[in-house]
């Protein structure tokens, strides 16, 4: 069994930074593709930026240039760096994980949710 356990959110004002990071541990042979999702209150959730294992990235249009995924592989820790936050950023984020567990088992994982929220 694999779980995402993520940390890093709060409250910041706007212009602000903050750092989320998210670790998964379990029976994990390799980590196809992780990404962070985000979700805020009365629309879908939408994706914010993913990395695969050999590193591309791919971002929201609404945070490229702001937001940087990356990984540490050794760790099984995905990390997403928001810089310049708007209110608008303001939501759930959300860890998802394509993990691979062993020759015949491969899906997805979530994490549970922290919450960011960019207010003055």
């Known amino acids: 069994q694999v779980q995402l356990v993520e940390s890093g959110g709060g409250l910041v004002q706007p212009g602000g930074s903050l750092r989320l990071s998210c670790a998964a541990s379990?029976?994990?042979?390799?980590?196809?593709?992780m990404a962070w999702y985000r979700q805020a209150p009365g629309k879908q959730r939408e994706l914010v930026a993913g990395i695969t294992s050999g590193g591309s990235t791919n971002y929201a249009d609404s945070v490229k240039g702001r937001f940087t995924i990356s990984r540490d592989n050794a760790k099984n820790t995905v990390y997403l760096s928001m810089n310049s936050l708007k209110p608008e950023d303001t939501a759930v984020y959300y860890c998802?994980?394509?993990?691979?567990?062993?020759?015949?088992?491969?899906?997805?994982?979530w994490g549970q949710g922290t919450q960011v929220t960019v207010s003055s």
């Open positions: 379990g029976t994990i042979v390799s980590m196809i593709v």
């Open positions: 998802n994980a394509v993990i691979k567990s062993d020759a015949y088992t491969t899906r997805g994982y």
